[in-house]
Structures are given as structure tokens and as C-alpha cells.
């Protein structure tokens, strides 16, 4: 049980820090600070699942490497770069979501009634984004349909019982639309006020639960 709070003190003081450094703009003390987050959480994890989902780690993994992609710069190809990395690691949630389900087939088909609020927001924001996607518009369209389809995945693991086992990673999910919505508005739109101290908040919090429940 100790490495555990060991760990969980430390990624406390690191995540504090790091969002200071986001608001304050101190740029290397994001460097120092950013680059920790998603890999403690691993090692949380590591040390303390009794039966660890590679996917899980997989995907936290690809999660680090998209974090140290959008440190390097503006530049879009940074910015695909992190995208493609984000895009597995919400495929590989997605499987890890589907082994949570070990009759998928019993899910009703009425359930698909709650991919229409998806398709809509999806839709919605694509509308926004569109004037200043130019190329990027086919892989933007892509990573959002595939967060969109990991968000009704984990809906669907509700299914399955709603416990915190399965409503932790839905909220996660729910959380990495809302950073990866306000990450996009930034780069191709306007840039909003303390948006990278709401999209790391978000998105940090939505990698905690996601594990959470997990772990539950």
C-alpha cells in the first residue's frame, strides 16, 4: 500500500504544479512537469490492478506519447502527431471497454438510440471547426468519430451493471470530449481563455477514472 500513496503524492504535487505552470505560463515548468502525469498513473496502476488490462496500459501509454507530442510546439505536425497517437490509445480503450462486456450481443438494439446526442454533437462541432481544418479535416473527422465511438462504448459497459465499475471510465470518457473539443477550438478556431489549464484538468481527470474504474 505504501508505493501506492507514494505515488499518488506524488502525481498530487506534480498535477498542481503542472496546471500552475499551464495558467501562469511557465513553459519549463510544463516541460518538467507535464511529460509525469500519465506515466505515474501507469505505475499506479501497474502496482495496483490484481488482474492488469494491457490494453489499459497500452493505451496510457500512447497517452503519454500524444502529452509529449503537443509539448514540442504549435506546429501542426506536432499536432497530427499527437492526434494519431490520442487516436490509439481511444482504439485501444475501446477494446478494453469490449472485454468489459462479455455478452455484447444482449445489449438491446433500442440502446443505439443513444448514439444520436454523439452523432449530433459530432456534427455540431465539425460545423465550427470546418472553415480552418483545410487538410486536416479527413483526420479530425476520424478522431472524432473515434472518442465519439469510445464515449458509447463505455456507455454501452453500463449495461453490464451501474456501479462505479462502469460509470468512473463513462464520466472519463464524457471528460477526454471536453478536452479534446476545447484542445481542437484552440488550434483551429480561437484560442479561449486558460484553455490549457481546462484541458489538462479534464483530460487528467478523464485518464484517472477511466483507471479507477478499472481498479474498482
Known amino acids: 500500500?505504501?508505493?501506492?500513496i507514494l505515488i499518488v503524492i506524488v502525481f498530487i504535487i506534480d498535477f498542481i504544479i503542472n496546471l500552475y505552470a499551464d495558467r501562469k505560463r511557465k513553459e519549463t515548468l510544463k516541460v518538467l512537469t507535464k511529460p509525469l502525469l500519465v506515466p505515474l498513473i501507469i505505475l499506479f496502476y501497474l502496482t495496483s490492478a490484481e488482474d492488469i488490462n494491457w490494453f489499459i496500459?497500452?493505451?496510457?501509454?500512447?497517452?503519454?506519447?500524444g502529452d509529449v507530442s503537443l509539448l514540442w510546439g504549435s506546429k501542426r505536425i506536432f499536432f497530427a502527431i499527437g492526434l494519431f497517437s490520442f487516436l490509439v490509445g481511444h482504439l485501444l480503450y475501446?477494446?478494453?471497454?469490449?472485454?468489459?462486456?462479455p455478452h455484447f450481443e444482449v445489449i438491446p438494439?433500442?440502446?443505439?438510440?443513444?448514439?444520436?446526442?454523439?452523432?449530433?454533437?459530432?456534427?455540431a462541432l465539425l460545423r465550427i471547426l470546418r472553415p480552418n481544418l483545410n487538410k486536416?479535416?479527413?483526420?479530425?473527422?476520424i478522431y472524432m468519430s473515434i472518442i465519439l465511438m469510445m464515449s458509447f462504448t463505455s456507455?454501452?459497459?453500463?449495461?453490464?451493471g451501474f456501479t462505479l465499475q462502469f460509470i468512473l471510465p463513462f464520466i472519463g470518457s464524457l471528460l477526454f470530449i471536453v478536452s479534446d473539443t476545447v484542445l481542437a477550438y484552440n488550434n483551429f478556431n480561437a484560442p479561449l481563455k486558460n484553455y490549457e489549464t481546462l484541458i489538462m484538468g479534464t483530460y487528467?481527470?478523464?485518464?484517472?477514472?477511466?483507471?479507477?474504474?478499472?481498479?474498482y
Open 1 to 4: 500500500m505504501f508505493p501506492q
Open 57 to 65: 496500459v497500452t493505451a496510457l501509454f500512447f497517452g503519454f506519447l
Open 94 to 101: 475501446i477494446l478494453a471497454f469490449l472485454q468489459s462486456i
Open 109 to 123: 438494439i433500442w440502446f443505439l438510440i443513444f448514439l444520436i446526442p454523439y452523432i449530433l454533437y459530432g456534427c
Open 136 to 141: 486536416m479535416i479527413v483526420p479530425v473527422s
Open 155 to 160: 456507455l454501452c459497459c453500463i449495461w453490464n
Open 204 to 215: 487528467i481527470f478523464a485518464q484517472v477514472l477511466i483507471v479507477a474504474g478499472f481498479l
